[in-house]
């Protein structure tokens, strides 16, 4: 009886060591039900900068920038596991899309794919960039205003 409580506990210590060895999976439950409360915003036209601010460390802490970055290309022949992480990132940018922000990527089948459409959605949106298009635009009119002085001082 003493050999096979010993067993039961050598088979239990070597199953323990390999579960505390082997790395999570990237579908891991944990991380994709926790993906909300990282990123507690849904992204709309207002708020894409932050909602990039906040999802950019969590791509860095999980070793996942090189999905989106352009850093390293989709393989011609993608491995099962380049494929579950590139899912995973898909399904957690499509849970932090609001439903104004979800058609956009609707049938987009990578992560990348994804994070381009948005980024070029909605970057261009951001307060910082509309208030240097209107300084763009008051230099036109002063200029077109310019342009036109002269053109009615030269006609008459």
Known sequence: ??????????????????????????????????????????????????????????????????????????PISPTSLWYEKDQMLLSWINATLSVNALPYIVGISSAKKAWDILQQRYASATPAHIMSLERQLSSIKKVVEFVLSLLATWLM
Request: no cysteine.
């Open 1 to 74: 009886m003493a050999s096979s409580e010993n067993t039961n506990i050598t088979h239990d210590t070597t199953t323990a060591q390999t579960e505390l060895a082997t790395p999570l999976s990237p579908s891991s439950s944990l991380v994709i039900s926790n993906i909300s409360s990282l990123i507690p915003i849904k992204l709309t036209s207002t708020n894409y900068l932050l909602w990039k601010s906040l999802f950019k460390p969590i791509l860095r802490g999980h070793k996942l920038m090189h999905l989106i970055d352009g850093t390293t290309p989709t």
